[in-house]
């Protein structure tokens, strides 16, 4: 008798909770993505969506060699560039040399090869 009346609160509960959905209710899961203001189907300043792309490879200059045109460069722990890549070595933002990639490689460390300009430590290196 108690089970059976527990069982009927909960059915008139679901009941209840399922029974009307309101009109202008959005549906759940999903936000106000397609947003429009007073009839034009230009997106409202709130819905701009900002998308940011991926750096690429980046890497740094740790060890630099100017009397042997050679540089060891540390990456991110996967982010290994492939040997005879190039990449450009960046100081405060401006180009100053390219370096090739040589190798031998020790984990997240390889060395490359000054092919123009220069290369010193602390300097950026990318494959852009």
Do not use: W
């Not at 089970?3 to 009941?15: D, F």
């Not at 959905?21 to 189907?41: D, I």
């Not at 405060?92 to 984990?107: A, H, I, M, S, Y």
């Amino acid at each position: 008798m108690r089970n059976l009346l527990v069982m009927m609160i909960l059915a008139a509960a679901v009941a209840a909770g399922c029974g009307r959905k309101a009109a202008n209710a959005p549906s759940p899961g999903f936000a106000n993505l397609g947003a429009v203001s007073s009839g034009t189907n230009a997106p409202s300043p709130a819905s701009k969506l900002i998308v940011t792309p991926e750096a690429g490879l980046q890497g740094k200059v740790v060890k630099a060699n100017a009397a042997g045109q050679f540089v060891v460069l540390n990456f991110p722990i996967g982010h290994l560039p492939a040997l005879e890549q190039r990449l450009s070595v960046y100081r405060l933002g401006l180009k100053v040399g390219e370096v090739r990639v040589t190798g031998p490689q020790l984990d997240d460390n390889i060395v490359g090869d000054v092919v123009a300009g220069e290369a010193a430590v602390g300097d950026l290196v990318r494959d852009r």
